[in-house]
């Protein structure tokens, strides 16, 4: 209980008091108005502190994010329990101690109304408080998550970005290796090929800031770029293209071909009487390119720029693996190609986005029960006061405390009881399905 808390307690007194005082009481003395004050102090302070102390020790050994469900069933508990011992304290204290009344009329008579009128009014006012301190642990946990998402969204596009940003330097530098060296053996070539690269690289700077192409793109890219290889290598290197059509609306990282026909290039010899023979295809949801093994010998180690810029932009955009088969004759990396543009940074629903959703709909639901539990501590007192004012002698109000309380306790036992354990169980079946899948 912490400062604020104690004066708005205090600020409560006052005003109860003072409306007790100028509504409900016959003789306006000083004397009656400080004893107003007393017995609304005595009700506010001693009933407040108590739900305090028990919510703050249940906050402590219970969180309503991580124990959701035990911490509602014993708030709900020890709800009941402490405000119907505060309230006959406070009740006995003010009718038998103060006001002299016979003690054995306190469970009777007007003195039962007041203890039940009083009890509700208390558990109307402690649910609300714990339905507060929920809503306010749900909206902490929510804005955390948010802002970690956020984190890690940004993280992720930054090193995407970083990655792209590696593809003009390297292109460029294999590129001006491969014209260096037609100047020397075919000059002609040398000139076709600056006009073929000077197209190529175009279409390099238009597809950079794109995080995905479509195959039928990126098909065509390829075969311009297979067209410039052919003209450095000749009948050295062939290239063989058997894509399904109806692949080619799927969606693959931008310059992924084109790095992986470079891969072959450079870890590979090319002549005439040994070809390197690179095919390009699709199967199963991927797109593989393979080549006949024929491994040259790396006078220096290798920067492996090329691949492992394709895994690591795949790994950012999902889930799905990129592939790498090595055999004595050859060699094949699979790349996953993507259903939907739109949503290709999750084309597997993340676990993490999938339980903020389950606890929004969490959220929605406990609200929903509170708000019942709240409707039924209004609603009930006021039948009971309107029964008494206009028929004591038949109590009616019996059918709708028992009548709703039923439906107030299969609500409760629909959203904390065992149709919720069925439900997440079910859920959880699912999410190692689907992940088993994948």
């Known amino acids: 209980m912490n400062k604020k808390s104690l004066i708005t307690i205090s600020w409560i007194t006052f005003f109860l008091g003072t409306i007790i005082f100028v509504f409900f009481t016959n003789e306006k003395t000083v004397q009656n108005y400080f004893f107003n004050i007393f017995i609304s102090g005595l009700y ?51 009718f038998i101690l103060f006001q002299k009344n016979d003690v054995a009329d306190f469970f009777s008579g007007w003195m039962a109304i007041s203890n039940w009128i ?27 998550e948010v802002v970690q998402q956020k984190l890690i969204a940004k993280s992720a596009n930054a090193q995407f970005e970083s990655l792209k940003n590696q593809l003009d330097p390297h292109f460029l530098f294999n590129s001006l290796n491969v014209l260096s060296s037609l100047i020397d053996e075919n000059p002609e070539q040398a000139q076709r090929f600056t006009a073929s690269m000077s197209k190529i690289y175009r279409y390099v700077l238009e597809q950079k800031d794109k995080e995905l192409v479509t195959v039928e793109e990126e098909i065509t890219f390829a075969k311009t770029y297979c067209d410039l290889l052919k003209t450095r290598f000749e009948d050295s290197v062939s290239f063989e293209f058997d894509v399904n059509e109806k692949d080619l609306k799927f969606y693959v990282v931008p310059l992924s071909l084109q790095l992986l026909l470079e891969n072959c290039i450079k870890h590979n010899f090319a002549t005439s009487a040994r070809p390197l023979h690179i095919k390009i295809y699709s199967s199963s949801g ?8 024929q491994q040259r010998e790396q006078l220096n180690e290798s920067a ?44 597997h629903p993340s676990s993490e986005s999938m339980a903020y959703e389950r606890a929004a709909k969490r ?29 004591p002698e038949y109590h009616w109000f019996w059918w709708p405390i028992f009548g709703w309380g039923i439906g107030l306790g299969g ?7 065992i149709s919720r354990s069925w439900e997440e169980n079910q859920i959880q079946k699912i999410l190692k399905k689907e992940q088993y899948k994948n």
């Open 363 to 391: 959220v929605k639901e406990i609200k929903g029960f509170y708000s019942n539990l709240i409707s039924y501590g209004m609603v009930i007192p006021f039948l009971i006061f309107i029964n008494l004012r206009t028929s």
């Open 411 to 417: 609500h409760a036992l629909q959203v904390f009881g």
């Open 118 to 144: 009083s009890v509700n009014i208390a558990l109307l006012i402690s649910a609300v408080l714990h339905a507060k301190g929920f809503i306010e642990a749900w909206k902490s946990s929510t804005k955390q």
């Open 304 to 347: 492996g720029i090329g691949l492992s810029n394709i895994v690591q932009r795949y790994a950012l955009l999902t889930k799905q693996n990129v592939f790498i088969e090595k055999s004595a004759s050859f060699f094949k990396v699979k790349i996953p190609l993507l259903t939907e543009k739109i949503t290709a940074m999750t084309t």
């Open 44 to 94: 506010s302070f001693t009933i407040a502190i108590g739900n305090g102390v028990v919510n703050d020790y249940l906050n402590k050994k219970y969180s309503w994010v991580d124990d959701t469900r035990k911490r509602t069933i014993l708030g709900i508990i020890s709800t009941l329990l402490v405000n119907v011992i505060l309230v006959f304290f406070c009740n006995y204290v003010n």
């Open 286 to 293: 991927n797109l593989l390119i393979e080549n006949n093994l």
